[in-house]
């Protein structure tokens, strides 16, 4: 059995779920950080699916992809140095315990 | 004594001699001009993927190789879900990037395949470790969400997969191009500098902005 | 049998499993048989061993090449070799072809050589090859560290095991170190505890199957060599860094710590070093790269221009740090934090880290050698070769390979890269994690910044055969033929004359002695 875009594109549906879930329901910031990774990864699978499975030349997929994993590099860096902050401040990194702002 | 000593040293000359006259097996000198037959063989070769670049487009291999990796990716990101431990979920995570990075080889995306384990596995992921080990207080520290919460979280992510799924399957998707077209570096690196270099400055100025940003925020305070 | 009262809680007694038991049965099985040979006939033996390795490897290419040509020859106009399972000539065709050829004994071995057709049997073949190699690698390399470190202090270093110099003490300790006791702290993560050091391990060895030895000698060619390998180098750092966490201690975490900083620091000013070459030629592809650097030792990039230079320097100080070695072995910093990130560590997978660490070793000293010292090649410039019109006979070829290029040269100058990075691990001092990351943040970066700016503007501004090019070219040649000439002789010299070292001063003699 060959395989298609559809493998791929369902592959990364189960992943989008995956890291969903593990937003969802993970309290600790690091954790969310790790689903967004996931979430990401998924997105960068259907760039290059599609790339791959695209009819004519060019490599905008692949480059779309690219950018995905410098963006997510940087957001890392930061959300990393955020939960740094987050545990100096409440001394905990539970987001549920960050709700100063909450009224 | 003084015998003996020259013996051995007559053995060790010998060997090496030997030695370096067996391993000298360059067929023909490779200047650029110079290396006919496996060029040819290469351009054979150059349509497919690197890591894989015995595996043929709609081949076995290739379905068996898709299922391999996809799978280990699949199980990867549950395990995610299902871990309580921040650095096991890391792990995990790291099983996930491994098995998309050769799924990237897979279709021909070698050099975002490398990309992938260089930022993500080399860069990102000893950071979120890194961050872990910065701000837990013991191993044992599990932020548990409520049981009615999951169950919610889950029904709405079984949900969306189920209308994922059934979207994907119900859409009549091209399938025009069957065979992975090359994508070289060359290629790739003149694509980034020419057709799409706004973008590509505009993620450099971000890495700067990111660079300062973060060392601003997780600075010490005076 | 009374229980003793001790402050631990007690265990039964370990019993091993069959594959254990197994495993240690063969190696002890293997040492008592040749122990009394090895005792017998050292040197001979030691030699004959790796004369054979390298007479077998270079027997398989030459089989290699033969079936290419070979069944070539045999009326098809195909390559031979056409994918993991499908082979495309029938035996009778390969007979035919060797009969073509005029090989002897050409119908039996037309049988051996048919299965050779396939790529699965030939990657079998050379990863079983490889493998060897990364396994013997490490085992010489931490005996021979052991010897350069005792005759830096003045001691002998290992003698007895094998009898001639210690040579098989490594693989005594390996025989120890798999019989002893697996421990787990009790309060370990024990999944990851027992993952980690595998994780520190299998990059490095799939960091040597992209790594080429010579033009053709490369497991897989693949044209992102270089990202390749620097993302397994990355990836050999998570495992260090799981593995100082799951120990649960806390001297192991620091040591996780460090390495992570470290690590994260130095990949920065190493990647831009790196780039330097990769700018020069203009290929991420590490056998372009080396196959570039045929024309003699003026022509290796290290003496390109003066940044290159200054880029190799770079690179080899920061490739120190990124495989642990002093002075940047804070990670396992014996004096301050027991063993850092593998004190809990016992037994074979102790020993998984250090394979793991020999390897990386020499991985970034071969990316050393292939971006900056001229590959496999050798000082002398390969048109010499071919004004001697020596031909393409096997006798030719052994000339050629052992004058001009081959796996020899740079298996040759990885070891002296290695013993450099031994003989500073023996000297120098460790420093300080601040003064680590100040070296990588306000000095090195800084520099390799600089270093990258002007390598631009020097290959785009100045003509690569003009007078300028040449006279940098030259000074800088001859400044790095009198430091590696120099610190031949000094060795030489002292090895000759036995000086021994005591503190700063050599002296003729040892106090006492």
Known sequence: ?103 | ?222 | MTQLSVPWRPRAKQQHGPMAALVAGFAKALYATFAPLVRAFPGPLLIGAIVTVIVGVWANYLVFEFVDTALVAADTNVVAETGLFGGLLAITEVRAGLIAAGVPGAGTLCYLLYPLQYGLVRDVIGAGGLLGFISVIPLYVIWWERKVAGRIQSRTGPMRVGGWHGWSQSMADGIKLICKEDLCPADADRPLFKLAPYLAFVPAILAFFALPFGTYWVFREVDVALVFILAMLGIEVLGVILAGWASNNKWSVYGAMREACQMVSYEIPMGMALLIPIMAVGTLSLTELGDTQSGGWTSWIVFRNPFTFVAAIAYYIASLANCKRAPFDLPESESELVAGFHTEYSGFRWSLFFFGEYAAMFVVSGLCVILFFGAWYSPLPMSLAESWGLGDSLIARAIKGLLFAGPLWFVGKCVFLLYVQIWIRWTLPRIRIDQVLYACIQVLLPLMMVVLMGHTLYELFVPTHGLVWSIFNIILSLIGAVAVLGMIFIATYGFWNRVGLVGSLGVETLPGS
């Not at chain 1, 309290?27 to 967004?36: D, F, K, W």
């Not at chain 1, 009819?55 to 779309?64: F, K, L, S, T």
């Not at chain 2, 993927?49 to 709609?58: I, L």
Request: proline content about 3%.
């Open chain 1, 1 to 103: 059995m060959s395989i298609g875009l559809l493998h791929y594109l369902i592959l990364s549906a189960g992943v989008l779920c995956c890291g969903l879930f593990v937003m969802m329901t993970k309290r600790n910031a690091i954790g969310i950080l790790i689903g967004i990774e996931l979430v990401l990864n998924s997105v960068n699978i259907n760039f290059i699916a599609f790339d791959r499975y695209r009819a004519g030349g060019g490599m905008d997929g692949q480059i779309a992809a690219l950018f995905v994993i410098v963006l997510a590099a940087a957001e890392a860096a930061v959300a990393v140095a955020i939960c740094m902050n987050l545990y100096k401040n409440i001394n905990t990194i539970d987001v549920d315990r960050g709700d100063a702002l909450h009224g």
């Open chain 2, 1 to 222: 004594m003084i015998e003996q000593r020259q013996t051995k040293n007559s053995f060790l000359i010998v060997g090496l001699v030997l030695a370096a006259c067996a391993s000298s097996a360059s067929a023909q000198y490779p200047t650029p001009e110079n290396r006919p037959a496996r060029a040819a063989e290469s351009e054979l070769n150059a349509e497919e993927s690197v890591v894989t670049s015995t595996v043929a487009p709609n081949s076995a291999v290739e379905a068996a190789l898709f299922y391999l990796f996809g799978g280990t990716l699949l199980v990867s990101a549950l395990g995610v879900c299902v871990t309580k431990s921040v650095v096991r979920m890391a792990t995990w995570l790291f099983g996930a990037l491994g098995a998309a990075a050769v799924l990237y080889f897979l279709m021909g995306a070698a050099f975002l395949g490398a990309i992938q384990l260089i930022v993500y596995a080399g860069g990102t992921l000893i950071l979120i470790v890194f961050g872990v080990m910065l701000t837990s207080k013991s191993p044992w520290v599990r932020f548990d969400c409520p049981r009615i919460e999951m169950w919610a979280a889950g029904g709405v992510v079984g949900v969306l997969f189920v209308a994922l799924t059934t979207l994907l399957i119900g859409t009549q998707w091209p399938t025009l191009s069957a065979a992975a077209h090359p994508a070289t570096i060359a290629e790739f690196g003149k694509e980034l500098l020419t057709t799409y270099l706004v973008p590509f400055e505009v993620g450099s100025v971000l890495l700067l902005v990111v660079m300062i940003g973060a060392a601003h925020l997780a600075r010490q305070e005076n």
